[in-house]
């Protein structure tokens, strides 16, 4: 296990942050971070997204936060983000060039998956964390459903998970949650109002860590 998979894994959640502008990123990262996120992923299918990844993986010293890059589909959108500073690449789907690459270099992978089957071929072909999604299709009932036959897989589920169903996901199985709007407030961003960013992701974390007890 690499220092950045356990860092993930101490994490509990990562904050999925998409469509932000850039002149908002850095201040956003701020916020969530004083709201006690320790885990970020800047999504890569933005303009100029490697360049975010960038800033946000130096906006924090490692022992602080861990930034990887989000929506990677393939070896080189991989490539690029792990270029520009990514310490994980997160995937919505399951692609296994994509988890060669971030094996080649040492580098914590998520792809995505949503069958049995997928979640087997992610793990036999050496991803650290199997990103189920999206979870609000199937509940935590499905966690349950696919650690059964297979085992403790290291499940993170994402898209849905909000302060109300977290423990249900973490009492199925859940090793750690990736969530969006539920933990960032976009709207929040859009006034400059980086206070109430603060204070939902602080909401936010709270409820995990209270699921977690």
Request: cysteine-free; proline content about 5%.
């Amino acid at each position: 296990m690499t220092e950045t998979h356990e860092r993930l894994l101490d994490s509990d959640v990562v904050a999925v942050l998409r469509d932000i502008d850039a002149d908002a990123m850095l201040d956003t990262v701020r916020a969530l971070r004083a709201g006690g996120v320790t885990a970020f992923e800047v999504t890569v299918d933005a303009r100029d997204a490697t360049a975010l990844v960038s800033a946000v993986a130096d906006e924090f010293d490692d022992e602080v936060a861990v930034v990887g890059a989000g929506t990677v589909l393939d070896a080189p959108a991989a490539q690029a983000a792990i270029d520009a500073g990514a310490e994980f690449v997160v995937g919505p789907t399951l692609e296994p060039e994509v988890i060669e690459t971030a094996n080649r270099y040492d580098v914590a992978v998520a792809p995505g998956v949503m069958t049995p089957t997928e979640a087997l071929r992610a793990a036999e072909a050496g991803a650290d964390l199997i990103k189920v999604f999206p979870a609000s299709t199937v509940g935590p009932d499905h966690l349950r459903a696919i650690q059964g036959p297979l085992g403790d897989l290291p499940l993170m589920p994402t898209g849905g998970i909000d302060s109300d169903n977290v423990a249900a996901f973490f009492d199925a199985g859940a090793t750690v949650v990736g969530a969006g709007s539920a933990l960032i407030d976009y709207e929040a961003i859009k006034r400059d109002d980086f206070a109430t960013v603060e204070q939902r992701a602080t909401a936010f974390v709270d409820a995990v860590e209270r699921a977690r007890e």
